[in-house]
């Protein structure tokens, strides 16, 4: 079976994540171990007992995701003999999973992956000041009426509300600044979509990330990134590369560009992918997978139960 496996984002963490593999599985427990290492902090503390509020700060959330995510390639490659290179077709990861996905692929190690979204997270936390910046779930609309919606929002200003993912029919989120999303979101309203205020503490992908754009261009330049074993379909282009250097600037346009995540799981199945594998925390992408292509199959891998299911697929 052609399979393609992809890696959640920011919004799928939560208290205990990981703590189930840790106990069961000792390359769980070492890879955690070798996070923590690398970022000086007892992440795997945090992600196993919270508090959450410190567990949801974004600099904190986005190392937990990728360590989660990467504990679980190390369980498979021990317990099921998984060779990533020649178990996937593809990889892929929204947001912040591109990162584990490249981690996954052996483009980057474990510990170069966590420093660089632990940087990449805390420049998001202090780009925009809390109250200026926004983001919205217009749900019911396709990415023009979207983008028709975020324009009237903005009208002859500077001001920014623009599309920052594409996640599937019916669910475009929308980023800026605070009074124009929520006029998006309201104008959204009166074209009968639903629209919903996202519980973030940064607008993401979108020109206000600029600052952190640039901070990611340098230490992606100082940070060893080789091809990538699996080819990565790629946030900004929904397109598959192994080229490292167009991977490092497609990682510096991903801070300010919307995740086209919709057109990534179009190309799997243009492709012949007939199974989208979702490793680490939550089962937000095997959703997604199932509203864009319900003939794809889309599976979640995350706790030992899990694992062993895949285990005996595989």
Request: with cysteine; aromatic share 4%; net charge negative.
């Amino acid at each position: 079976m052609k399979r393609a496996f992809v890696f959640p984002g920011q919004g799928s963490q939560a208290p205990g994540m990981g703590r189930a593999l840790a106990e069961a599985f000792v390359p769980a427990r070492l890879l955690f171990e070798e996070i923590d290492d690398a970022l000086s902090q007892h992440l795997s503390r945090l992600m196993f007992e919270g508090p959450e509020r410190e567990l949801m700060l974004t600099e904190n959330a986005q190392p937990a995701l990728l360590a989660a995510s990467l504990a679980v390639i190390r369980v498979l490659a021990a317990e099921a003999h998984l060779d990533i290179a020649q178990g996937a077709a593809f990889v892929a990861g929204h947001s912040l999973g591109e990162y584990s996905a490249l981690a996954a692929a052996r483009a980057f190690s474990a510990a170069d992956a966590a420093r660089l979204v632990k940087r990449r997270g805390r420049a998001m936390q202090q780009a925009v000041p809390v109250g200026e910046g926004a983001m919205a779930a217009l749900l019911g609309l396709d990415p023009a009426a979207a983008r028709d919606i975020c324009a009237e929002a903005v009208g002859a200003t500077s001001r920014v509300c623009t599309l920052a993912n594409d996640n599937g029919p019916g669910q475009i989120v929308v980023s800026g600044h605070t009074d124009e999303v929520e006029r998006a979101a309201a104008l959204a309203g009166a074209r009968r979509a639903r629209a919903v205020m996202l519980p973030v503490s940064a607008p993401f992908h979108c020109p206000l990330m600029a600052p952190v754009a640039e901070i990611m261009r340098e230490a992606l330049a100082e940070t060893t990134l080789a091809a990538p074993v699996v080819p990565l379909v790629a946030n900004v282009t929904a397109a598959a590369t192994q080229d490292p250097d167009a991977i490092r600037e497609l990682l510096v346009e991903q801070v300010t560009h919307m995740v086209r995540w919709r057109e990534t799981i179009e190309l799997f199945a243009q492709n012949g992918v007939e199974e989208v594998v979702e490793l680490g925390a939550g089962r937000v992408l095997s959703g997604l997978v199932r509203r864009i292509d319900r003939a794809l199959a889309a599976v979640s891998v995350g706790t030992p139960d899990d694992i062993d299911a895949l285990v005996k697929r595989l």
